[in-house]
């Protein structure tokens, strides 16, 4: 083969292994040590929060959300997303943030060394008719993430419901315009 065409397949397979999306799992030595391999895409602290799943089996819960993305997997977030409670999700302007999520403090129930990278694309609306200590997660004050239940298997045991977590905004490279085409 030309050195040239085994070149432009190089370029080829790179360009669509860097924008195909997926659910980036990090590996990390401890809770409370930052990530060697992403913390200088980190763009803030470690914060607490607690997240809760959605089971997402039907191809339609990948549809729609407060952000207006649309069909969330066409538009290449898969299931790396997340819906925020209303103290986090600032009235949609997080819309598209990504952040960090880690699984911290209940070692039954948390994956050690892992953390996810998730994209905010929906809106965790409150439910008053709880108080926030008591089944509103969604409730201000509280910050809270709502997962797809795969997202939230790598980082804990779906058994957990309610999971104390740590999260932090985190910076992506990946540009999830990019789409590569045959010419």
């Not at 809770?31 to 089996?57: D, I, Q």
């Not at 598209?96 to 965790?124: H, M, Q």
């Not at 008719?129 to 409730?139: E, I, R, S």
Request: hydrophobic share 40%; net charge positive; charged share 15%.
């Amino acid at each position: 083969m030309p050195a040239c065409l085994i070149q432009s397949l190089s370029l080829l397979l790179f360009t669509l292994v860097a924008s195909t999306p997926r659910l980036l799992t990090t590996a990390h030595y401890s809770s409370s040590a930052p990530f060697p391999s992403s913390s200088h895409n980190a763009l803030s602290e470690w914060r607490p929060a607690r997240a809760t799943y959605y089971a997402a089996a039907d191809p339609r819960d990948a549809v729609g959300g407060a952000c207006g993305y649309g069909d969330l997997v066409k538009a290449g977030y898969g299931m790396a997303t997340a819906g925020l409670s209303a103290t986090l999700f600032e009235r949609g302007r997080i819309c598209g943030a990504c952040f960090e999520v880690r699984c911290v403090e209940d070692l039954r129930w948390c994956i050690p060394g892992t953390s996810i990278i998730v994209t905010a694309t929906n809106f965790c609306a409150p439910n008053y008719g709880f108080a926030a200590d008591g089944g509103g997660h969604c409730n201000p004050p509280n910050s809270h993430f709502v997962l797809p239940i795969e997202a939230f298997e790598k980082i804990a045991i779906w058994k957990a419901g309610n999971m104390p977590i740590q999260y932090r905004r985190y910076s992506l490279s990946l540009s999830l315009s990019l789409r590569p085409r045959l010419v």
